[in-house]
């Protein structure tokens, strides 16, 4: 299980915090206790912070601190996407050891041409660290594009995308270091993307969409097919509106239900 860190107005109100970094910072660190030794991952949605601004960054950054201390494995969902220089820049705030915003991976956007990524593929490795690529996103708005079919390659826009992201793990043995963002809720066949033979080595889905989204445990070998070994179960505010008990709780229930349906 991925446990987001969304500290969104309401939440902070339902956890009794005010709207503000030094909420956001209570929010970040209070989800970082209950997730430890109970889930694996933890995903800082980055935009909730920098609204605060600089405030917002040193919050975050002290959630990373106390993220990594906890040995939870940090996805940093900021989304960056640029080109040359810039994008080195983003990979080095987000990835390289010692930064004060490092995290282990990085969500990214391949819409300035996958390629625009190659640096940030290349610090990554130099890093040990990860990269999720966007290639198929739940928002209604995004299916034009990426079910779009290109000629060139002859297959789909998200099916690039993933197939691209795939052949940089060539040189893993059992696990890529690079994935894809796939949605849970989503109809996969509809994107153009191949479910039916596995991929080797094994390449990490992040799939947002279980919980409030409504995806389900259980449907998991349904939406993903030969994909599922390499998903990563996201959830965001069906954990977190349960409050800091609740979210203890049901964390344990999730952790038997995702060995149920593995």
Known sequence: VCVGIDPHDWLLERWELDVSAAGARE???????????????????????ERFGSSGFQALERVLAEARAAGLVIIGD?????????????ASAWLQ?????????????PYLGLGSL???????????????VLAATSNPEAAGLQQAYRADVERSVAASILGGVAHWNDDFE?????????GATLSLREFGIPTDSELTPVLPILAPGF????????QMSGIF?????????????????????GLVEALERRRDEIARYA
Request: charged share 20%; proline share 4%.
């Open 27 to 49: 929010f970040g660190l209070r989800v970082v206790d209950a997730v430890a030794g109970r889930a694996g991952i933890v995903k800082p949605q980055v935009s909730f912070f």
């Open 78 to 90: 900021a989304k960056r996407g640029d080109i040359g220089t810039t994008m080195d820049a983003y």
């Open 97 to 109: 050891p010692g930064s004060p915003l490092e995290v282990d991976a990085l969500t990214v956007a």
């Open 118 to 132: 190659a640096g940030t593929v290349e610090r990554a490795r130099a890093y040990g660290k990860g990269l999720f």
């Open 174 to 182: 059992v696990m890529g270091s690079f994935g894809v963002v796939l």
């Open 211 to 218: 919980g409030a989204q409504g995806a389900e445990f259980a």
């Open 225 to 245: 097919g030969a994909l599922a070994k390499g998903v990563i179960v996201s959830e965001s505010r069906s954990l977190l509106e349960l409050g800091p008990l």
